[in-house]
Structures are given as structure tokens and as C-alpha cells.
């Protein structure tokens, strides 16, 4: 039996308007899976969806059970839980059974935060229990199931400090556990960093040793005792810690390496570690990426070009704009004039082409000539001083051994007199040197190693130096006060002395710092800390010194 267009109509109009309210309805489950929820994915989307897809993202996983909680918002009603970003309630206890399971004895956080499942940095928990890395918390997540495989149930997110407990899901809110957050970001008032250098008491690690904040050691990764030997110089330079122990100072910075020396900084003078050492696996990784490998965990450097390469890549790193300063260059830099000889080629050429030159002085462009000689002064900034050391005797004494031989501290700083000439191979030039402006902190390196095409030597000479009272104003020349009422500042005392023991490429470094609130001296190794005589900090072979200005 034929149905009639009338009837047929009605069918089509019945199609057409449950077709509409199909398309106008929310997403249904029959067209739209849902999607097994991991808040790592989800907050990886966000993250590179930024231009508005991820509100869509947001969407999905709003019908999920489980949330991304690096967002999560403080309790603003104080009922016990908390909204995060999809509106769903995550609960806030304070009696959770497993706090009792926590081993602090197994936490240690200068490891780089990746999970050590995926070796993803996002959304990193650590397991409180065994110290482990783990990703995400929601239920398909690394976290989770190391939850239910190894009955590990308490988990701190490395960023945002909040701790959970898993599989429950819901946060821990117990002040028993801040101390585990002081250690994974230590924290400093300006009061606290003011009274650093008053300080005497000594910390307690929790295996029972005691140690003092900022007389740490250092771990040897794998011959980065180059790198141990200037951080800890570096951190005796007070204005220089001060700065990188508060995190407000350098926020508008993007540089990973300005971040991790800070986060270093910190944990090194801080008073409330588990361990009496400090990692710097963190930085190191940030040095290697930032210097393209230059520098790299195996393989030995100089601590002169490591410090070198650091002070300017930190300046460059932390100064706003192009011309403003840094506080490298306000505890660092110095100024001195240069005049430089150079022979004239072309006046050469004409003298022995027969030309005529009647030896006149001529003044072009700020240098002058005098017959075949161009000199030329100008005034350039320095981060450090290098001292040249006299060559040692090629022959052995009676007994048959090679005599040691010593010079004064200040018998190699008269390259800086301004009348000492200092001959250059390459470019040939006849160098003279004078210190215009002297820097709050002095760096001086003495040239130990020379590289030829055969091998490296070593140079074996001892400086005699002053650990205290070093009058520079006695042996080379200073400019006078800018102001009228200013005094000159040119006596220094010495506060860090690193020193190269052993043979050219098979030695190490070691370091002597002082400590400012009882002004005793300690050698560092490493882990290795111990303290020592000022006459032993003299006795060494210095490599590279800090002295500060006395005020």
C-alpha cells in the first residue's frame, strides 16, 4: 500500500527536526568517546594549544573523575576542599593514615626532575616513600600505578609543593611535612640573608653529621671538580650571594642557567638540609646546554675559562637592556688603560723602498706615530687579572733536584704598573698595562699551564702573597678619587684561593674559602671539608684568587 505525499512530508519534517536537535545537542557519548583520562596529556594540550584550543581540550576532560592539579586554587572558603580548573572538588585532609610510611632518609631533590618511567618533565610527582620520579597522578597515570604496585602512598608535586595521597586522590594538609618542602625549595627572608655572615651555628643532617650552611660540599659528577672550585669561591662573594639567594631579584629572567645557580645558591646556605652536600647535577645540565657543551660532565677544563665563560654569561643573561648592569659587573669589573705599540707596515715598505720619513710625531685618530712605531691607547673593562709567572730553572741543583723557585705577589703585579712592556707574539705588539678603576672584588689568575705543539707544562713557581692587607697603592699606580671627600680603596684581603695539585692533566683542584662570621679558613675537596691554618691557604700553588676591597 502506497503512502501519500501528506504523510511522506510528515516523515521528512520528523527526520529533519530529530537530525537538529542532534547537531544543537552537547557532544553524547554515542558520537564522542571519552577519552581515558591522563592529566599530563592534558596539560601538554594546553600548553601547545594556547591559541584557544584549549578550551575545547578543557571540555573533554571535564566529564573525567580525576584533574589536573598543577592549576589546583587555594581553598578560598575554607570548607576542606578545593575547585581546580574543571570545577571539581579535590578533597583536603589533615588525618592521612600513611604519613608514618614518609622516608626522609631516601629524598633527595638535586636530581633533574624527570619521571623515571617516561623521562617526561611534566607534572613530576616524587614518591615520598622510596624518593623515586613519577608522572601525573590521574588513573592511568606512572604515579598512580607505583601506587598500587608498591603500596606507595604519599607523593609531593615537585612544582607546586602540594602533596596527595594516591590511589585516593585527595591532598594532605599537615604541617609535619613543610620541612620536606624547605628542602625542595629553600627559602630566604632579606632579615635571614642580612644575618648570614653573623652566624655560627652549625646544622645537623639527619644521619647524625653536622655541617655548616654554606660550608657544604660539593659531588664530583665525574671531573667537574673544576666546576666544584668556582662555585664555591663564587658563593664567598657576599653582594653576589645575597642577590641569588632571594629569587625576586632575577624573575624576569628566562635563562635556565640564572635559575639553577640560584636554586644552587640556595641549597648550599641553607640551614635545614637532610644531607650535609649539595648535587649539582641541575646546574651542570643547565652549563652544558647553555655553553653548547663547552663545558661537559667527563671531561676535565680550566676553572679560569669555566669562571670566564659563567660571570659573562650571567652579565648577558641578567641585564634588562644592552647598556644596563648586572651584579657581575657590579662586584667584578674594573677598568684599565691600554697602550699598544705597533710596527707600521707601510712606513716599513717606504723605508726600505727609500722613501723619505723625518721622524716626526703625527697624531691620527687617538694613536700616534713616531717614525715606524703606532701607538695606540685606549680603556677597556675586565672581569679578572692575569698574572704572568717567571720561568722556572731548566737545571737541577746539586742534589738533583729541580729547585722551586718563588716570587712575590707583588713583583708580578708590576705588569700593571703602566711601564712594564708585555710583548704579544700574535698580533706582534708591545703591550702596556695601568689599572684605572678597581673593581669591589679583584680575580687574579697566575698562568701555571702553557700548551705546546707537543704537550702541556705545568709551571711549579710558588707566589708569596698576603692573605690580609693587600696595599696595591704601593706598587702600581691607582687614579685618585672621583669626589672630593671619597678615600681610596686599594687594600684587599683574600677570601678565596683555589689551587691545582698534581701533573698538568692528571691533577685536580682544591680550594681554601673563609668563612666571614669567625674569619677561619676551610679547605674544599668535593665532599671533603675540613678546616685549616691561614699559613697552609699561603703555603699553595695558587691558581686563581678572589680578594675583596676592604670598606
Not at 592534558?42 to 573533554?60: I, K, T
Not at 641578567?318 to 669589573?333: D, E, T, V, Y
Not at 678603576?437 to 710558588?462: A, C, D, G, S, W
Request: glycine fraction near 6%; charged fraction near 30%; hydrophobic fraction near 30%.
Amino acid at each position: 500500500m502506497r503512502r501519500s505525499r501528506k504523510d511522506g512530508d510528515s516523515v521528512d519534517e520528523e527526520r529533519d527536526s530529530r537530525r537538529r536537535r542532534i547537531v544543537d545537542s552537547p557532544s553524547s557519548p554515542a558520537e564522542e568517546p571519552l577519552v581515558p583520562y591522563n592529566d599530563d596529556e592534558d596539560d601538554e594540550r594546553r600548553v601547545l594549544d594556547h591559541s584557544g584550543g584549549a578550551e575545547e581540550v578543557g571540555r573533554r576532560v571535564e566529564t573525567e573523575e580525576e584533574d589536573d592539579d598543577d592549576d589546583d586554587d587555594d581553598d578560598p572558603y575554607g570548607r576542606g576542599s578545593i575547585l581546580d580548573k574543571s570545577n571539581h572538588q579535590v578533597e583536603v585532609r589533615r588525618d592521612c593514615p600513611y604519613l608514618d610510611t614518609v622516608n626522609r632518609q631516601v629524598l633527595d631533590f638535586d636530581f633533574e626532575r624527570f619521571c623515571s618511567v617516561s623521562l617526561s618533565n611534566l607534572n613530576v610527582y616524587a614518591c615520598l616513600v622510596c624518593g623515586k620520579y613519577y608522572q601525573g597522578r590521574g588513573k592511568k597515570s606512572h604515579a598512580y600505578t607505583h601506587s598500587l604496585e608498591a603500596g606507595h602512598h604519599v607523593y609531593i608535586n615537585l612544582r607546586t609543593e602540594k602533596v596527595y595521597c594516591l590511589p585516593d586522590g585527595y591532598e594532605i594538609n599537615d604541617p609535619s611535612l613543610d620541612d620536606i618542602r624547605y628542602v625542595l625549595n629553600p627559602r630566604f627572608s632579606r632579615e635571614q640573608v642580612e644575618q648570614l655572615d653573623k652566624n655560627k651555628q652549625w646544622s645537623r643532617a639527619l644521619d647524625g653529621s653536622d655541617y655548616l650552611p654554606g660550608m657544604v660540599g660539593l659531588n664530583n659528577i665525574q671531573k667537574t671538580d673544576f666546576v666544584n672550585v668556582t662555585i664555591q669561591s663564587l658563593m664567598r662573594v657576599t653582594p653576589l650571594r645575597n642577590f641569588f639567594l632571594i629569587p625576586e631579584n632575577y624573575q624576569h629572567c628566562r635563562s635556565q642557567l640564572v635559575h639553577r645557580f640560584g636554586e644552587l645558591t640556595r641549597k648550599i646556605w641553607h640551614a635545614r638540609n637532610f644531607k650535609g652536600q649539595v648535587s649539582p647535577h641541575e646546574f651542570l645540565q643547565a652549563v652544558m646546554k647553555a655553553s653548547k657543551k663547552r663545558f661537559r660532565i667527563g671531561v676535565q677544563s680550566e676553572p679560569v675559562e669555566f669562571m670566564s665563560w659563567l660571570l659573562n654569561t650571567l652579565h648577558t643573561d641578567l641585564r634588562i637592556s644592552k647598556k644596563s648592569s648586572s651584579i657581575i659587573h657590579k662586584c667584578f669589573q674594573g677598568e684599565l688603560e691600554v697602550v699598544k705599540e705597533t710596527q707600521n707596515k707601510a712606513i716599513s715598505e717606504r723605508k726600505e723602498g727609500g722613501g723619505e720619513h723625518n721622524g716626526a710625531l703625527k697624531i691620527m685618530d687617538g694613536a700616534t706615530e713616531n717614525n715606524n712605531i703606532g701607538t695606540e691607547t685606549y680603556r677597556m673593562p675586565f672581569l679578572m687579572l692575569g698574572l704572568d709567572l717567571p720561568e722556572p730553572p731548566l737545571f737541577k741543583d746539586v742534589m738533583e733536584k729541580n729547585i722551586i723557585p718563588q716570587v712575590p705577589m707583588f713583583n708580578i703585579l708590576k705588569k700593571f704598573d703602566g711601564e712594564t712592556v708585555t710583548t704579544t707574539v700574535r698580533p706582534p705588539a708591545r703591550m702596556r698595562y695601568r689599572v684605572t678603576r678597581l673593581p669591589q672584588y679583584l680575580i687574579v689568575h697566575m698562568r701555571r699551564f702553557t700548551k705546546n705543539n707537543f704537550f702541556r707544562e705545568k709551571n711549579p713557581t710558588l707566589v708569596n702573597f698576603p692573605v690580609k692587607n693587600l696595599e696595591l697603592k704601593d706598587y702600581i699606580p691607582l687614579p685618585a678619587p672621583t669626589k672630593e671627600n671619597e678615600k681610596l680603596r686599594s687594600k684587599y684581603d683574600l677570601i678565596a684561593n683555589i689551587v691545582h695539585d698534581g701533573k698538568p692533566d692528571e691533577g685536580f683542584y682544591r680550594v681554601f674559602v673563609q668563612r666571614k662570621s669567625e674569619e677561619l679558613w676551610y679547605e674544599m675537596q668535593d665532599l671533603h671539608v675540613s678546616e685549616t691554618l691561614p699559613q697552609m691557604v699561603a703555603l699553595s700553588e695558587a691558581y686563581m684568587q678572589i680578594y675583596e676591597q676592604q670598606q
